[in-house]
């Protein structure tokens, strides 16, 4: 057999454990995982003392495109994620312009990101009162599942879900196999928090935090939950920013609900004080919270509670984070470059998360919540999309070694621990050595559709 990559000599990061073994790729594949393989390989890349990670599976990123490219786009977004490690993106319905609701908008950004992703891709749709008689369409066409956002979502095209239209979305949901993706905060309780604080002239960052408490978050959480579990619908609970956020919806879990909890590398990374210091740079929707809300957070991650991590990487040009107004300011970070520089820094070398864990939440678990059959892991049979990572390598962030469309991220300047030197989608190289190669062309990864009542579709313990 002549392989066409072998990868020799790094230290594979596996659920059963980290061991050094080489990896041999055929037509794309993980054809031999031994050891030592002494077949003859059309490409070799020396990855002694370098640890391999599945490539990172993003499953909450805005690229924007087509409609916003001035902000971002699938070029420059993809090219961020293969930096970070990342193979495989999952591109929310907006803020692409106008965004995913029907089966026509699904194909335009379809073009575009087979025309410009270097990575991988799949596309979720939109959940609103808008598009509810397009579900079934967007399910032909292949979306990964569908986002309502419980609150309003800053986008006038994308309009939040009401009880009852995230009811009968996901009813629809259910029948036709899909996940729902929920943005959870109250809607109603947040506009009259800030139509209060605006009232008496609030703008500074401790206002806006004013206005979305963690109880906001906590009170659509239990409603989003109380309604899977009556449809039967699967959930997932995106950029959920509190420990107390997690704890409700893993003690649903373990009553039977079928529900995926995702957190978000800032919330893991800054806190209350940082956003008083950084400004519209750090400024999300939930925002960032309390130390002790971090604590607990990191404390559900630790403790297994989390059941994936996304960078909910939203960026926008740099006009919309000008200014002193934090309210006025655009909500979203740039941060897809970064994820896993984090989970290995405050994770791994601060609190002793362990590199399988960090595995787990960025690559296996995603690819089992949403059907990605062939990605997720090194492993025999899948795809050969891998992460070299020198883990001993410090750095700090700078604007030059960003990808992003517009240079601007709140993890400039920060120290890291763990560099990703080398990524390849399907055993082709995409990144290495600080430069993007962009001669691949990513594909479509639709995922495996589980019908209703085949079984939970639960991440395996």
Partial sequence: MRL??????????????????????LDGKIAMIEPQIDEPARTLIEATG???????????????????????????????LAAGGGTLFCDMPLNSHPPVLTRREFDDKLWAARAHSHTDFALWGGLTPDNLEHLGELAEAG????????????????????????????????????????????????????????GKGGASAHDYLASRPV??????????LLLAQETGCRLHLVHISSGSGVALAYEAKARGVDVSLETCPHYLAFSEEDLERLGALLKCAPP?????????LWSGVLAGKVDLIASDHSPSSPDLKEGNDLFAAWG??????????????E?????????????RMTSCHPAQRFGFAQKGQVAVGFDADLALVDLEAEFTLNQDELFYRHPQSPYLGRRFKGRVVHTLVRG???????????????QLVQPQVRREFEGSGRIAE
């Fill in 4 to 25: 066409d990559l072998l990868v020799r000599g790094g230290y594979l990061v596996r659920p059963e454990g980290v061991a050094r073994a080489d990896i041999g790729v």
């Fill in 50 to 80: 370098r640890y391999v990670f599945p490539g990172l599976i993003d499953v909450h990123v805005h690229f924007n495109e087509p409609g916003r490219t001035h902000w971002e786009g699938f070029a420059s977004g993809s090219a961020a």
């Fill in 143 to 198: 979306v990964m599942g569908f986002k309502a956002f419980m609150a309003n979502s800053g986008i006038s095209e994308f309009r939040a879900a009401d009880d009852a239209t995230l009811y009968e979305g996901m009813r629809l949901a259910a029948r036709l196999g899909l996940p729902v993706a929920v943005h959870a905060e109250n809607d109603t309780l947040t506009a009259h928090l800030t139509r209060q604080i605006r």
């Fill in 215 to 224: 109880f906001t978050e906590l009170e659509a959480i239990q409603r989003a």
């Fill in 288 to 296: 960032v919270r309390a130390r002790e809300e971090q604590e607990l």
């Fill in 332 to 345: 979203g970070i740039s941060g897809v470059q970064s994820t896993l520089p984090v989970l290995l820094s």
């Fill in 347 to 359: 994770g791994h070398w601060a609190r002793g998360l362990s590199l399988e864990t960090i595995s």
């Fill in 428 to 442: 082709q190289t995409v990144f290495a050595e600080g430069k993007l190669h962009p001669e691949l062309r990513g």
